[in-house]
């Protein structure tokens, strides 16, 4: 999820005037730029099931994140920008077109969400103040699970995506400038008292995703706009770092990412309200694309498809409001398709 720089988050998130733009570097305007194609020029049409939010008055935006579905299959999002008071955690029902606010407070600006396969809780990254907090399902009982630095630096925690076990690997923006390549990948422990960094010098990580059958990662860097992956020991160690896929997205950069049960990726778009699809192979797949670009649609954040369906349903946010938008996967979902 684009934003701006760290120290001005942070501020605006303490006074309670949180103002993002995203995740990434400052942009205006829509993009107007394609994903790299390899061969495939296929357009998937989503379309719109509902508007969620509309423009916060006391932080003059609005922006959803971290679609992910709970155990009954009823659908879960974040507004990352909306100020005390206002839901930062809502249940959608999608058939009724209806959503009510299921967490807030005065102090998060929580960028993804995901329910732990070890407790059943749901995990919010609060990215201005380098926390990891989790829920009970209902949205009560809120913990901060992880705070603090890891290995001598504070987290801008993004993104998370979580083993069989309930280890939680977070991508750790830190810097969103261009040449600065501070970003992380950081394993905690399920039971919060251990994190280890696995992989640094990234630009600026955004979107985790483990791939299908959990013996690697793939990762977005925002500021290269590429897509890495990172191969795994059985003890959930990095072995080896490469770049996978570069995503020539225009002024458009790469947000988070979901893995379907073939292994297909699906790229989130800030800076243009669309995802690119690739293979796990690299190969471009689709784009997937909502109609006529509507004005005040900017960004694609993110996607969750339906556990063991294809049923898929996409954030879009800008200055016309926050909205939620379906369209068909190429295969079905699962864990690593919710969210992140």
């Not at 942070?10 to 949180?18: P, V």
Request: with cysteine.
């Amino acid at each position: 999820m684009r934003r701006l720089p760290v120290r001005s988050l942070a501020a605006l998130a303490t006074a309670g005037t949180l103002a993002l733009t995203g995740c990434g570097t400052e942009t205006s305007g829509s993009a107007v730029g394609a994903p790299a194609a390899a061969g495939a020029d296929r357009t998937i049409r989503a379309h719109q099931v509902m508007q969620l939010t509309k423009v916060h008055e006391a932080t003059g935006m609005t922006l959803l994140e971290g679609p992910t579905f709970d155990e009954g299959g009823r659908l879960l999002v974040v507004d990352v920008t909306a100020p005390a008071g206002k839901p930062k955690v809502m249940r959608v029902d999608v058939r009724k077109k209806t959503s009510r606010a299921v967490h807030t407070d005065d102090r998060g600006a929580y960028t993804s969400a995901q329910f732990s396969p070890y407790d059943g809780r749901l995990y919010l990254t609060d990215y201005a103040h380098g926390e990891v907090v989790s829920l009970a399902p209902d949205g009560s009982d809120p913990r901060t699970f992880f705070s603090g630095e890891v290995d001598g630096a504070k987290m801008n925690p993004d993104d998370i995506a979580f083993d069989k076990e309930g280890n939680l690997y977070v991508s750790d923006s830190r810097s969103l400038s261009t040449g600065d390549a501070r970003g992380r990948v950081v394993r905690i422990e399920r039971d919060g008292k251990k994190s280890t960094v696995l992989a640094d010098g990234l630009a600026s990580v955004n979107g985790i995703s483990f791939d299908a059958d959990y013996r690697g990662l793939w990762i977005s860097e925002l500021t290269q706009n590429r897509i890495s992956y990172l191969r795994l020991d059985e003890e959930g160690d990095m072995t080896s770092r490469h770049t996978a896929i570069r995503v020539d997205g225009g002024i458009a950069q790469t947000d988070s990412i979901a893995v379907d049960a073939d292994g297909n990726l699906y790229q989130a778009l800030h800076g243009r309200a669309a995802m690119a699809v690739y293979s796990k192979h690299g190969e471009h797949l689709a784009t997937v694309e909502i109609p006529t670009r509507p004005e005040g649609l900017e960004s694609a954040t993110n996607v969750a498809i339906t556990p063991g369906g294809t049923k898929a349903y996409m954030t879009v946010s800008g200055p016309a409001g926050g909205y939620l938008y379906t369209f068909d996967a190429l295969g079905k979902g699962t864990r690593q398709s919710n969210g992140g």
